[in-house]
């Protein structure tokens, strides 16, 4: 047995905790933890991995790896065993360079970095890159080919296909499956558990920290109705980009001679590859960077919500920072709350807000600012697909008053939804 | 674009624009040969020995780490330089100690030349080297492939939120806090997804690779440098 779990409560003092959850992982065996936002699934990943207690948190219970329980390793003998990828993968890198990052972590296990796991996770070639320029998906392959190299039986990974694209997912998956065969065993956090199905793994369902359905069945999975967005229809052209070349300094172009135009009033989903140019572009409409080349025109005041919107709010609460936006009217601020769903959060931190919140509460804000042009950037990433569903029926109402939206995003659900797309590949508009 | 995201971004291209490179992997005796060698010709007085200096150093920038590291090194050594010049002529007219026009511009040279110096060896110190030092020594040798990872972040993080402010029609100190917040949720989750490599001892050493093209190049400019100073009245 590769990991035994008996977890009788977990969690944050006078906060969430999940509760008796017991879990086996056997040699070979692939086990989703599933459910929706606020689950307990992170939790879960925290203390099987014995990360909760940095987090404030407690474990009482036992989680043992190969019979010895977590909380008796000590970390460099832990790293020969188990490897945690988190959902936010840039989060989880020390090094600056891949070879720096890749071989610090080998090196904790043994005293010579073979840095072969690169290439078989398809960085090879990129050993002097700096991490920081790498894509979140670059970033997850190179904590894959950690994983790899340290010879850890068990791999936690936390929502792994976040930041993927199609390429990506299948490639995660096919080395999940290789892996797999050599006998490790994996847990993974996972809102879509019908991806790994193919795989026969065995299925966790967490529902307000108890555990729901354990079991091989699919019979459990929760019908979601996908939504559909209209491209909506306004008077003409909102955002025209005419030859626009972009490249950052010290890099090669990232778009090559993109021409994109977009009405106004409609909504337009930017779709490609980690690394395609998707937010370069965004960024280039909102002004926040000049084309080296080509003309960038739009029409109205635009506004870019960044993946992580934290970087948007200028407030510390959810309801300062609407009053702020709404020019410290309070009626409007209140209705406006009611109106994207947040009148139970406005109270809180916006640190303790869930993504989803913080992305429909920076959706709002700037609603409240009036901008003619919403500039979305993966706006439903690492969201079970209700809360993305929630995030999709905000857009939804923006479109429908009128507003222009474009959303760079590589998730299926919400590009699936969404009538106009444009494909960006390496730079080019296809 | 506001004045602080244009400052920002000139130290991020100065200092963080490149990885394991160029020169970085030349040798360290090599960086501290050019090093002294600077300095010492900048000792002589006037503005020719630092333009001597400065002669030497832009090339090399140009072969690595290139035009855009260059000009942004030049932007802000100017700032620097241009106080020192400013208060150094300024003073006279206040009863101190001070200089005429003409002192003013070799102040404005030599401050400029040590200043791009210095910058330069500071894009050409390699973390990685840096951290081995600190693994033969038995310390942390995460802290400067830390640093060098969190602080472009940081800038990074600084930009978007001063851009953002910018749409939003805020002032950039208000910008600051967004930034702060951030950075402090980053610092709490690289502690917690970190804490096997930041707790667990590192058996080796990290591996390097040397050119010897750059430290070629960086030994014959500091011999040119030395021969200069000899010949230099």
Known sequence: MLLEAKIDEAGYAGGFRIRGVSLELDEGELVVVTGKSGSGKTTLARALTNTITLRGGYLRGDVRLLGKSVKEY??????????????????????????????????????????????????????????????????????????????????????????????????????VQQQLGEGKGFVVVDHDPLFWAELRPRFVLLNDGVVEYDGYSLSWAWEVKSPRLGRGGGSGLAVRLKDVWFRYPGYGWVLRGVDLEVGSGTLTAVVGRNGSGKTTLLKLVAGLLRPSRGSVAVKGRPIYIPENPLAYFSMPTPWEE??????????????????????????SKLADLSSGERRRLAIASAYLGGFDVYLLDEPTGGLDTFNANRVVEVVERLVEEGKTVVIASHDDRLVRAVERRVVIDRGVVV | MSLIAALVNLVYRALFLRGEEGFRLSYTWSKLLYLASGL?????????????????????????????????????????????????????????????????????????????????????????????????????????????RTIPYGLRVLVDSIHIGVLKREKPHRRLAPAVAIMLEYGGFVEEYNWLKVGGRVKGVLPTRSSAVHTALLTAASLGLVVLYVVLP
Do not use: H
């Open chain 1, 74 to 175: 000590q970390p460099g003998e832990l790293a020969g065993v188990l490897a945690y990828i988190p959902q936010e993968p840039w989060y989880g890198i020390i090094g600056y360079t891949v070879m720096s990052e890749f071989c610090y972590t080998q090196l904790i296990v043994r005293d010579k970095c073979d840095p072969r796991a690169l290439n078989e996770a398809g960085l090879g070639g990129m050993e002097d890159f700096i991490t920081y320029g790498l894509s979140a998906g670059q970033t997850q392959l190179l904590l894959w080919a950690e994983a790899l190299a340290t010879g850890a039986r068990v791999i936690v990974m936390d929502e792994p296909l976040v930041y993927l694209d199609e390429a990506g997912r299948s490639k995660m998956k096919s080395l």
């Open chain 1, 322 to 347: 609407l009053v702020y936006m709404a020019g410290g009217d309070e009626d409007r601020a209140r209705e406006v709350a009611d109106l994207f769903d947040l009148r139970g959060v406005v109270g």
């Open chain 2, 40 to 148: 010492l010709v900048v000792t002589k007085p006037g503005a020719v020995s630092a333009l001597v200096v400065m002669g030497s150093t832009l090339p090399l920038s140009v072969v690595w780490p290139g035009w855009s590291w260059l000009y942004s090194a030049l932007v802000l050594s100017l700032i620097p330089a241009a106080w020192f010049s400013l208060t150094a002529y300024v003073s006279g007219y206040v009863g101190l100690p001070g200089v005429d026009a003409v002192g003013a511009v070799v102040v404005l040279v030599r401050s400029l030349a040590v200043s791009l110096l210095i910058l330069f060896l500071a894009a050409a110190l390699s973390p990685v080297k840096v951290a081995n030092i600190l693994l033969r020594l038995r310390a942390p040798g995460y802290y400067p492939l830390l640093t060098w």
